[in-house]
Nanobody, 115 residues
Framework: QVQLVESGGGLVQPGGSLRLSCAAS????????MGWYRQAPGKQRELVAR???????NYLDSVRGRFTISRDNAKNTVYLQMNSLKPEGTAVYYC?????????WGQGTQVTVSS
């Protein structure tokens, strides 16, 4: 059974930082492309950052330079370091695993950026 468990969300002031973690089980992690998506109220879910099994990354334009995605294959965990957070970053952040044609999602973690 595939499980993706996110942690690290919370309330942060504008300009602050958070690090999200996603622990994966039930998949061959090194073969997986891992991603972070977010969904704000009333908006569609969007890809924030993605990292391939080989370590290639891509980012949503609005977060490039402020967010960093990384992975620890020994721990089956993917991270999203978020710096210089803005109020528009308020959303539920979801971990995603893509292996060939199969896709899996975590339950999401709330990030609120507010003073």
């Amino acid at each position: 059974q595939v499980q993706l468990v996110e942690s690290g969300g919370g309330l942060v002031q504008p300009g602050g930082s958070l690090r999200l973690s996603c622990a994966a089980s039930g998949i061959i992690f090194t073969w997986s492309t891992m991603g972070w998506y977010r969904q704000a109220p009333g908006k569609q879910r969007e890809l924030v950052a993605r990292i391939s099994g080989g370590g290639s990354t891509n980012y949503l334009d609005s977060v490039r330079g402020r967010f960093t995605i990384s992975r620890d294959n020994a721990k089956n965990t993917v991270y999203l370091q978020m710096n210089s957070l803005k109020p528009e970053g308020t959303a539920v952040y979801y971990c995603n695993a893509l292996i060939a044609t199969k896709e899996y999602w975590g339950q999401g973690t709330q990030v609120t950026v507010s003073s």
